[in-house]
């Protein structure tokens, strides 16, 4: 696991933060980001400050952490045991506006770490001691083995939000959850950047192992930052919002490699609805029934179904409850 290197990030903590003997940039092999994606995507979609207006974020970056061999990404999980990558972004003028998904470019991650998960929180803020904020939301969490790899291009996984948080400054924090990668024995998961100066380094932060906040420019010495995305919604209408609701529900089994129950307890008689959905969004299973105050099930086959991550929902007259069905 691990955890057995844990000592080496004080050994490397201790040493002089910045040399670029530590880290190797190995763009020369990497997919390309296609410029008009950016300059010509709709207004709604954000990119860091650098990447949105800057020539020299038309190639990109990933930068290996070269302690030992296979040892994991300066952006993404390495041996430091990196818990979080957190990213700066900008949207000014707008009083009020929602983030309703997180893109991530993602870079070769290992297969042993595949049905281990990643999800995306928004923070309205770094505090002046560099702590977060206050949490704004949670993203659905989405499967390591789900990813959108690259090809020619570079891809971007995304993150939604199922109730898109609402901000009214200029500024917010998108933090990319690795916790889960260090329940496993290796692997890792990087993330695209800048190359080295395109971008600011005060604009991206890490979570140690330790709990400890700092930034890739006062850990690494680099000034860049993360291929990621937000869109954002200026129009905010917050009364059509789903209600969250807690109907004590339970899935068995999960993961699964066909059959799936979906149980919940309905706290008062009316109709209910069940739906599943797959990371892009398309409803693949559903069902609606008239329940009353004891408990419920509903059952689904999902043999014709790929392996993947999926989304249930289940909708009644307190809201809506919702949680993930992993297929083998």
């Known amino acids: 696991m691990k955890l057995y290197l844990f000592g080496l990030f004080f050994l490397l903590a201790a040493a002089a933060f910045g040399q670029q003997s530590w880290v190797e940039n190995v763009q020369q092999k990497l997919p390309q980001i296609r410029r008009a994606e950016i300059t010509k995507s709709v207004p709604e979609r954000i990119f860091p400050v650098s990447i949105g207006g800057e020539e020299c974020a038309d190639s990109i970056a990933l930068y290996s952490f070269r302690v030992e061999s ?3 990404y300066v952006f993404g999980t390495n ?3 990196d818990q979080a990558k957190i990213q700066r972004f900008v949207y000014p003028g707008q009083d009020r506006y929602q983030i309703t998904e997180v893109g991530v470019a993602f870079a070769r991650p290992d297969s042993m770490i595949d049905d281990l998960v ?3 929180r928004i923070y309205n803020d770094i505090n002046a001691d560099s702590t977060l904020g206050r949490l704004l939301a949670t993203s659905d969490s989405v499967r390591i083995g789900d990813v959108i790899r690259p090809d ?12 898109p948080p609402v901000l009214d400054r ?3 924090w998108v933090y990319i959850d690795f916790s889960d990668v260090y329940e496993g024995f290796g692997g890792d998961i990087g993330i695209y950047s800048t190359l ?12 140690k192992a330790n709990g400890a906040y700092t930034t890739v420019e ?3 010495g680099l000034n860049a930052e993360m291929f990621m995305f937000t869109t954002v919604d200026p129009d905010v209408v917050i009364s059509t919002r789903q209600p969250v609701a807690t109907y004590q529900t339970t899935v068995a089994p999960n993961p699964t490699f066909d059959q799936v129950a979906i149980s919940f307890v309905p706290p008062t008689s009316g109709r209910y609805s069940a739906s599943l959905h797959d990371l892009g969004g398309r409803n693949v299973r559903s069902t609606a029934s008239q329940f009353y105050t004891s408990d419920a099930q509903i059952n689904w086959s999902l043999a014709d179904l790929p392996a993947g991550l999926y989304l249930y929902h289940i909708d ?3 809201g809506r409850q919702s949680g993930k069905v992993v297929k083998r």
């Not at 020619?152 to 109730?163: D, G, K, Q, V």
């Open 152 to 163: 020619s291009l570079i891809r971007f996984t995304r993150f939604t939000f199922p109730n």
């Open 79 to 81: 041996t430091l045991l």
């Open 196 to 207: 080295e100066d395109c971008g600011e380094g005060t604009d991206v932060f890490e979570v």
């Open 118 to 120: 990643l999800s995306a």
């Open 218 to 220: 006062n850990f690494w």
């Open 70 to 72: 296979d040892s994991g």
């Open 170 to 172: 200029d500024s917010f």
């Open 316 to 318: 009644g007259p307190q």
